[in-house]
């Protein structure tokens, strides 16, 4: 429109999220599996300091769940875009749900798929505040379902030691060195200036439950930024799509229902 100020693409829409399947895409994938399996990515709509975008864990999940399905005969599910990100309220832009809203969303979805005929999903987090994801595949699996919450810290170290990320999980706790280097390889027209001298440590956040990310850092980051690498962020993705391997054996050995 003429008059219209021009927006950079760091302030427009993000293509390429949403699965171009068909039904048919769907139907003929299945029919090559022993057991359906669907991928859902899971992220937040939270502060990411001033040069990451609010929907940083949402473009990591989505990356990690692209990768999966690139490798995997699996079924990839449009991201869930609103987590629990109540420690970051403190900074604007932040916009959670409720532990009990997420755990029914995840469960609804759950639900219709199995009556799709999809007896399997797997949870892929890309929040550490979503803890009732944990409850929810835990409750899910005793009462004989399948599901599984992916990746774990021990696929995140293995992906740390493969990329050469010099952060410790402890350190590199927010918008860091692991998250800067996964947006650097899959979305680098995101990033803002300023990752590169908003490195900031705090390592002892005994109390961040009670008094939120505020009480730790001024800037909303924690961990190195400066750190990342468009290579880091792809090794990283590399190896947590190989970690995954294991858990697909897991999920299609025995046939038939859990």
């Known amino acids: 429109m003429s008059g219209s100020p021009k927006r950079s693409a760091a302030y427009g829409p993000v293509h390429g999220l949403l ?8 139907r003929k994938r299945g029919a090559d599996v022993s057991r359906q399996i669907a991928v859902l990515p899971v992220g937040s709509f939270e502060q990411h300091g001033p040069f990451l975008p609010l929907a940083t864990d949402t473009l990591v999940a989505c990356a990690v769940a692209r990768g999966i399905a690139g490798a995997y005969p699996v079924h990839l599910l449009p991201p869930v875009t609103i987590g629990c990100s109540h420690e970051h309220a403190a900074w604007p832009g932040t916009v959670s749900l409720s532990s009990t809203t997420l755990h029914a969303v995840v469960r609804d979805i759950a639900d219709s798929l199995r009556r799709s005929g999809v007896d399997t999903l797997v949870v892929v987090n890309g929040h550490g505040g979503n803890y009732v994801l944990g409850n929810v595949v835990q409750e899910s699996s005793a009462r004989g379902e399948r599901m599984a919450l992916f990746p774990a810290a021990e696929d995140w170290e293995s992906a740390l030691r493969h990329a050469g990320v010099e952060t410790s999980l402890l350190t590199d706790m927010h918008a860091g060195e692991i ?3 996964i947006l650097l390889h899959t979305h680098p027209e995101l990033l803002r200036p300023g990752y590169e001298t908003s490195d900031h440590v705090a390592d002892d956040r005994r109390q961040l439950l009670t008094l939120g990310m505020s009480a730790y850092t001024d800037s909303g980051v924690i961990g190195r930024p400066s750190l990342g690498s468009a290579e ?13 391997g294991a858990y697909f054996s897991m999920l299609t050995s025995g046939g038939g229902d859990a």
């Not at 699965?19 to 769907?26: H, K, Q, S, Y």
């Open 232 to 244: 880091k962020g792809r090794e990283l993705l590399a190896s947590l799509v190989d970690s995954f």
């Open 179 to 181: 998250e800067t280097s």
């Open 19 to 26: 699965p171009a399947d068909t039904t048919e895409d769907v």
